[in-house]
């Protein structure tokens, strides 16, 4: 049984930072492909940062250059760190990991107020 445990989420002004974390539990095998997706009611959910086993990262244009995600020292551990926050970048966020299926985490919230 694997799980994605997200943690940071939170409500913060517009110009501020957060720092998201997630961490998978359970029995993984090497390090797999992670990214951080985000979600408004009535949207699709889209992409907000993926970054390989290698280390590649890719980001959605609306967040580039303001968000980084990066690898922990632990196996299958990842950061989204969120600088210059607007009022759209308001969602829940879900954190997400391919291994032999896609696991989801259960999503934690980013409030920003204008």
């Known amino acids: 049984q694997v799980q994605l445990v997200e943690s940071g989420g939170g409500l913060v002004q517009a110009g501020g930072s957060l720092r998201l974390s997630c961490a998978a539990a359970?029995?993984?095998?090497?390090?797999?492909?992670m990214g951080w997706y985000r979600q408004t009611p009535g949207k699709q959910r889209e992409l907000v940062a993926t970054?390989?086993?290698?280390?590649?990262?890719n980001y959605a244009d609306s967040v580039k250059g303001r968000f980084t995600i990066s690898r922990g020292n632990v196996k299958n551990t990842v950061y989204l760190e969120m600088n210059s926050l607007k009022p759209e970048d308001t969602a829940v966020y879900y954190c997400?990991?391919?291994?032999?299926?896609?696991?989801w985490g259960q999503g934690t919230q980013v409030t920003v107020s204008s």
């Open positions: 997400n990991m391919v291994a032999l299926r896609t696991y």
């Open positions: 970054i390989t086993s290698g280390g590649s990262t």
């Open positions: 359970g029995s993984i095998f090497g390090i797999n492909p």
